[in-house]
């Protein structure tokens, strides 16, 4: 079956400082990938997606890749503020199925202090 | 404003009740889900519709229901079966394009005492 696998959390930087959350992936075929990012007290919501390889995704100054060759699906940012706070969920989508039946992975806590 | 609105945000249960989450949605969206949240784990899902009078189980469905009489609505019934209750039930959206982008309501939270 799919699944994702994200870097072990909590991730704590200084404000400007460079983001990185390692995603990879198991699939059948070529799944769509989706980045997530739930702020305190709120539901999800979409941070950026990429539906074949070698799309990049990005939104807010965040950056991911779709990189077939390693199943993988890395999140960045340059420079991150301290209302990037939050908790963000990588995620794939098989075409084959339901198109909103997602596998998520187990979520990456950041904060982010001045 | 168009969105997904869930009921209540907090919800109490002494064991061996059965308890109904509310999800409305105002999108027009044709399918909608149930996932639940957990301490350290990704969302898991319950239960999904893509179109009224019709729905599949996901992945934990054991111990839920639900139902899907109009499209706007989706509720949710967490049983005394399931076992362990307690945790954020969060509800989606999405349009009939293969897009895999969900649209989330702001949650439920679920304590048993």
């Known amino acids: 079956g799919n699944s994702v696998t994200q870097m072990e959390g909590p991730v704590t930087l200084s404000e400007e400082a460079f983001l990185t959350i390692n995603c990879t992936y198991t699939a059948t075929g070529y799944p769509s990938l989706f980045w997530y990012v739930q702020y305190p007290g709120e539901g999800l919501q979409l941070l950026l997606k990429a539906t074949k390889a070698d799309d990049k995704g990005s939104n807010k100054g965040f950056e991911a890749t779709y990189r077939k060759e390693t199943t993988s699906f890395h999140l960045e940012k340059g420079s991150v503020q301290v209302s990037d706070s939050a908790v963000y969920f990588c995620?794939?989508?098989?075409?084959?199925?339901?198109?909103?039946?997602?596998?998520f992975g187990q979520g990456t806590i950041l904060t982010v202090h001045p | 404003d168009g969105g997904i609105t869930q009921s209540p945000k907090y919800l109490f249960r002494k064991e061996g009740q059965n308890v109904t989450l509310s999800c409305e949605q105002n999108?027009?969206?044709?399918?909608m889900y149930w996932y639940r949240q957990d301490p350290g784990q990704g969302l898991r899902l319950i239960y999904y519709s893509q179109i009224v009078n019709d729905f599949q189980k996901g992945d934990i469905a054991e111990g839920y229901s639900v139902s899907r009489e109009k499209k706007e609505s989706f509720p949710l019934t967490v049983t005394s079966a399931q076992k362990n209750p307690t945790a954020f039930y969060l509800c989606?959206?999405?349009?009939?394009?293969?897009?895999?982008?969900?649209?989330f309501g702001e949650g439920s939270r679920l304590t048993v005492l």
């Open positions: 995620a794939l989508s098989d075409k084959g199925g339901s198109y909103g039946k997602l596998t």
């Open positions: 989606a959206s999405t349009s009939g394009v293969n897009t895999g982008e969900l649209f």
């Open positions: 999108l027009n969206h044709d399918a």
